[in-house]
């Protein structure tokens, strides 16, 4: 049971936050869908069954447990433009670029591109974890030739990759 004076018990927005949120909700053109279907654009497959997972089965990456974005508005609580911003973060999968470039999007921090060179594939800033690199990798030769790694790059180093 939670006491009334739990700070971790979830809360109201405050009216300054509420005001605030609808101010944005009224500001910007949230009937306009087409950052949706952008975000889909390329798609070729996504994550099978949104989660990564160690070779025991620990879950290391799970979209499921983003289920509540499902909702079609944000929260008095949550920035709207925050709330839409982590809806089209979900999309996830292997998406094709154009010619020769590929994205695994959606199943770490980070996203990671894949050109397909003469010899084999780049890897462009490989994810986070090992887990998530490979999970991104076999989504990739899931549904492109089965060709080795010639070449990784970092584009820049910080906590996601």
Known sequence: ?????????????????RAANA?????????????????QRGL???LPD????????TPVWNLTAYSFLD?????????????????LNLNNGLFQVTDRVYQVRGVDLANMTIIEGDGGVILIDPLTTAEVARAALELYYDHRPRVPVVAVLYSHSHVDH
């Not at 101010?23 to 975000?39: G, K, N, S, T």
């Open 1 to 17: 049971m939670t006491r009334p004076d739990d700070i971790t018990a979830p809360k109201d927005a405050e009216p300054a936050t």
């Open 23 to 39: 101010a944005v909700a009224r500001l910007l053109p949230f009937h306009d869908r087409q950052d949706y279907e952008d975000a």
């Open 44 to 46: 070729i497959a996504p």
């Open 50 to 57: 949104g989660m990564v997972t160690t070779e025991r089965g």
């Open 71 to 87: 909702l079609p508005e944000a929260p008095a609580t949550v920035n709207p433009s925050l709330w839409r911003m982590a809806q």
